[in-house]
């Protein structure tokens, strides 16, 4: 079946650790997206990525990096650097396009900072 | 910048009752797109609708209506006779349109609705 694939579903990590959950998707879209989702504050844009070898900062990049060398597959490192890591992160892809498309979402990865 | 208000952090109905979601947007572009999500306990978002800015007529699927007003920014959302199945965190997205932005989504704080049977 069609989709995108995330993993782990949960991770645990001990502070000053870097972690890299991994992303792929099968529909042959060219534009890929990572979110992270907070109680109560919606999804905010991490990276996004159109094209292969080709990615953008969104609204909270700081502490977070990303690769896009195939385009199945969009991993997101969660560093040290980041402040405060424990969310939901959520991975989606859509077709390349002026903005008119929907996006379709992983079942996300859970990580919590212990 | 653009910005999503969900003003009902969370909803709480008996099954069969309508219940309506209360969206406001803000943007300074004249052509957008606004999109609403369900996410259930799973966790995966699931597309329930887009509306370009240009379009204004109200949309029915089933149980599900949407009404867009431009003049006052909303976009609100209602499920008529609702059931426990649609127990889910609801969001209300809006997208720029330019190449450059592909398909970037800001959302809102999202309404977490509990239909009680």
């Known amino acids: 079946d069609g989709g995108i694939t995330q993993s782990p579903k949960y991770l645990f990590r001990k502070e000053g650790q870097n972690v890299t959950l991994s992303c792929e998707q099968n529909l042959n879209h060219d534009a890929m997206y990572w979110y992270r989702q907070d109680p109560g504050q919606g999804l905010r844009l991490i990276y996004y990525?159109?094209?292969?070898?080709?990615?953008q900062k969104g609204d909270i990049a700081e502490g977070y990096s990303v690769s896009r060398e195939k385009k199945e597959s969009f991993p997101l490192t969660v560093t040290s650097a980041q402040k405060n890591p424990t969310a939901f992160y959520l991975c989606?892809?859509?077709?390349?396009?002026?903005?008119?498309?929907?996006?379709?979402f992983g079942e996300g990865s859970r990580l919590t900072v212990l | 910048a653009q910005k999503v208000t969900q003003a009902q952090t969370e909803i709480s109905v008996v099954e069969k009752e309508d219940v309506t979601l209360d969206c406001v947007y803000e943007t300074r572009d004249t052509t957008y797109y606004l999109f609403w999500y369900k996410q259930p306990p799973s966790g995966e978002l699931v597309f329930l609708i887009r509306r370009n800015s240009f379009d204004e007529q109200n949309e029915i699927s089933g149980r599900y209506s949407w009404n867009f007003q431009k003049s006052t920014s909303s976009f609100n959302f209602t499920i008529t006779a609702s059931q426990v199945v649609d127990s889910a965190v609801y969001f209300c997205?809006?997208?720029?349109?330019?190449?450059?932005?592909?398909?970037?989504?800001?959302f809102g704080g999202g309404t977490r609705v509990l239909v009680k049977p």
């Open positions: 989606a892809s859509s077709a390349r396009g002026s903005g008119a498309g929907e996006l379709f």
């Open positions: 997205a809006l997208s720029e349109v330019y190449e450059a932005a592909g398909n970037k989504l800001t």
């Open positions: 990525s159109q094209i292969v070898n080709d990615f």
